[in-house]
């Protein structure tokens, strides 16, 4: 059984930094790609930054704040998140696509829980 869970999170005035670490727990055989999403109160959750083979991909609210890395070897994902602002209050959720198997071509979604961040103005 595949788990991931978050942890890093917590409240931090504006203009601060966090970081986030996401791990994957689990008996599985290959990572195809890492994102973070954040779901903030009464909103949609949305994308923040995803990486795939090296090449990363940010929301345009966090394009030059946040910075998204992985270690494939440690089953683990990043997410460094700078100059926060009030608006980036949310929970911050984990994903990882995983095959299961090497005979597995599809990589099957997982999700951590999530942590909430809080930024105080």
């Known amino acids: 059984q595949v788990h991931l869970v978050e942890s890093g999170g917590g409240l931090v005035q504006a203009g601060g930094s966090l970081n986030l670490s996401c791990a994957a727990t689990?008996?599985?055989?290959?990572?195809?790609?890492m994102a973070w999403y954040r779901h903030p109160l009464g909103k949609q959750r949305e994308l923040v930054a995803a990486?795939?083979?090296?090449?990363?991909v940010y929301s345009g609210s966090t394009q030059d704040r946040f910075v998204i890395s992985g270690d494939n070897a440690k089953r683990m994902v990043f997410l460094q998140m700078n100059s926060l602002k009030p608006e980036d209050t949310a929970v911050y959720s984990c994903?990882?696509?995983?095959?299961?198997?090497?005979?597995?071509?599809?990589?099957?979604?997982?999700w951590g829980p999530g942590t909430q961040v809080t930024v105080s103005s």
């Open positions: 689990g008996s599985f055989f290959s990572i195809n790609d």
């Open positions: 990486i795939t083979s090296g090449t990363t």
């Open positions: 994903q990882m696509g995983i095959r299961a198997t090497a005979s597995h071509t599809v990589a099957q979604a997982y």
